[in-house]
């Protein structure tokens, strides 16, 4: 749900907005905030620090819009502002844009347009905010961002995010392009490069599809994270996406003759979340460990191409969901007892 503070001092502005919106409100989809004026727009972002875009009149008592401009800037730089405004001059406009006003809308309102503006802004809140969560997730630090960005990377709660350590409960799915390595020895570095990147291409795209993340790139693998609801069920549905484009690739037209297939390895569990590294060389990569991790990894080094392995324990869970067929016991590195496997076939 978006939340959108209205600063203004036109008491009927807030009926308006009530009817013109009421059905997104009874929807969920919108929600907002009213104040008077500038000073009462800021105490409001202090008592919902989740706001999303602010909207405001230029003339106001106490505390003026092109002023909750310049403040907004300073401390909530992630919130985008629109400014409704009777006062359409270039001069104003331009006033506004370079204290950091994201779009400009004249009274009387069209709300039509209003409706279009907010979609547009929210739509901005939404990318800015997925670019400091990539940042955050997969350590993506040579990338272009704008201004908004990286005022807040060097804020203290950037840092303070960074520096947050927690235990989570999420699903791991190792996912290898089998025989990449012969390939890799036999053709031009260029086009190993090329024909690897574009097999990631697909595998990234069905990750971000089910709402998961790329934690890291391991050579020819890729480890990707699954939190929140149902993190299992989509980590499987990714996998299974995954492997039916890779199987659909043509061989390469290469002296190598390569058909691409993968082995997936997921565990679901506990593990800890945090930037693990070294201090020292200033390289500490925002990663998840722990022996849900290891067991995910050690799960997919047992897949044979093609398959999707995961233990008695995640089919238990997703049995009533998904056809997996039993495989048997198997030896994993590191652990004493054999391992009931499960093969994920659709």
Known sequence: MAKILVADDEADLEVLIKQKFRQKIREREYEFVFAINGKEALDKLQQHPDVDIVLSDINMPEMDGLTLLSR???????????????????????????????DFITKPINFDDLSLTM????????QT?????????????KMYVDKTVLNFMGSREYESSLLANETLEATVAFIDICGFTAISEREKPDLVVNLLN???EIIVKEIIDQGGYVDKFIGDAIMAVFRGDYHLDRALDASLAIR????????????????????????????????IGSATLRRLDYTVIGDTVNTAQRLQAAANPGQIIINEAAYQQVKDSFHCVRIGEVLLKNKQAP???YNVID
């Open 129 to 141: 905010r997925q670019t400091l969560q990539a940042i955050k997730e997969n350590n993506i630090l």
């Open 244 to 275: 039916k484009q890779i199987l659909e690739l043509p061989v390469t037209e290469t002296q190598s003759a390569f058909k691409p297939q993968v082995s997936i390895g997921i565990n679901r569990g506990e593990m800890i979340s945090g930037n």
């Open 339 to 341: 391992v009931v496997v």
């Open 198 to 200: 574009s097999y990631f």
């Open 119 to 126: 979609e547009k802004t929210l739509k901005q809140v939404l």
């Open 72 to 102: 907004l800037q300073e401390g909530s730089p992630l919130v985008k502002a629109v400014i409704i405004s009777a006062y359409g001059d270039m001069d104003n406009i331009r006033t506004a844009m370079n204290r950091g006003a994201f």
